[in-house]
């Protein structure tokens, strides 16, 4: 009867210091931050239709200087104005704006060509996480009819 509590007894502290080093091994795998959400978050630059102002790729998200940066397509079919950025998310505040063409030139309140490629420079109050995610509306003039339109810019970027 002692051999067989002895036995148990063995197989318990074998399994027991197994699972042991591997709930601390768990641990430090989530205390350095490899099981965290935005290591997992795909980066993208999405435009809510296939006219109007478009993404053409991720966004640059830096969260030393407050700013987000995306390259647009004109893909109105008219020449446009840009009359203004708002976000509405939670990760950014618009404090001002800048249209940049593809010389760095400011572009800004500009008229700006169909199928023109220029550089918005978003700026924000504050960038905070690892993982920046945010819609913004971008306001337009329509200069070929004289028509107040937005198009809407999902973008979701490691910061």
């Not at 630059?45 to 102002?53: E, K, R």
């Not at 966004?59 to 008219?78: C, I, L």
């Amino acid at each position: 009867m002692v051999r067989k509590g002895q036995a148990a007894m063995e197989f318990l502290m074998t399994y027991g210091w197994a699972i042991l080093i591997v709930v601390i091994a768990v641990a430090a795998l989530a205390a350095f931050g490899v099981f965290s959400p935005s290591n997992f978050a795909q980066e993208k630059c999405l435009s809510d239709s296939p006219t109007g102002i478009t993404c053409n790729t991720k966004a640059a998200v830096d969260q030393a200087t407050n700013n987000v940066q995306m390259a647009v397509t004109n893909g109105a079919g008219a020449n446009v104005n840009i009359t203004g950025i708002t976000a509405t998310g939670k990760s950014c505040t618009v404090s001002s704006w800048d249209a940049i063409n593809s010389t760095g030139g400011s572009i800004k309140y500009a008229e700006i060509g169909t199928g023109q490629v220029l550089k918005l420079s978003i700026n924000c109050t504050s960038i905070t996480g690892k993982l920046f995610k945010d819609t913004f509306t971008v306001d337009y003039t329509d200069l070929d009819n004289n028509l107040n339109q937005h198009s809407t810019i999902d973008v979701i970027a490691k910061s």
